[in-house]
């Protein structure tokens, strides 16, 4: 599941249910919802993990842009001037 507002409220929905005092009155039941919910969460967070990698490496890849543009302007000047002294 990619969609994360559902993946978001299905967590609610069985943190809901995980919550609820008669859960293990039918321990087949709460072993599914238990477990579904620790798989949903689990899902979450390496969604979230690879989220949160991913804007790194835009705002690195920026930086080094914003880096390499300033290398070259100054390249650009010192060549500039070896050709002005010529």
Same mark, same amino acid.
């Not at 709460?30 to 835009?58: C, F, M, N, Y």
């Not at 914003?66 to 060549?79: D, P, Q, S």
């Given at each position: 599941? #990619? $969609?994360?507002?559902?993946? +978001?409220?299905?967590? %609610?929905?069985?943190? @809901? *249910?995980?919550? *609820?005092? $008669? =859960?293990? #009155?039918? *321990?087949? &039941? /709460?072993?599914?919802?238990? #477990?579904? !919910? %620790?798989? /949903?969460?689990?899902? !979450? +967070?390496?969604?979230? @993990? =690879?989220?949160? +990698? =991913?804007?790194?490496? #835009?705002?690195?890849?920026?930086?080094?842009? /914003?880096?390499?543009? &300033?290398?070259? +302007?100054?390249? %650009?000047?010192?060549? @500039?001037?070896?050709? %002005?002294?010529?």
């Amino acid at each position: 599941m #990619s $969609d994360l507002p559902a993946l +978001r409220t299905e967590i %609610a929905d069985l943190e @809901d *249910q995980a919550g *609820q005092p $008669d =859960l293990w #009155s039918d *321990q087949e &039941a /709460a072993q599914k919802v238990t #477990s579904r !919910l %620790a798989h /949903a969460q689990g899902q !979450l +967070r390496r969604i979230e @993990d =690879l989220r949160r +990698r =991913l804007d790194g490496l #835009s705002a690195d890849t920026e930086a080094e842009r /914003a880096v390499l543009e &300033a290398r070259l +302007r100054e390249l %650009a000047r010192k060549i @500039d001037e070896m050709l %002005a002294r010529t």
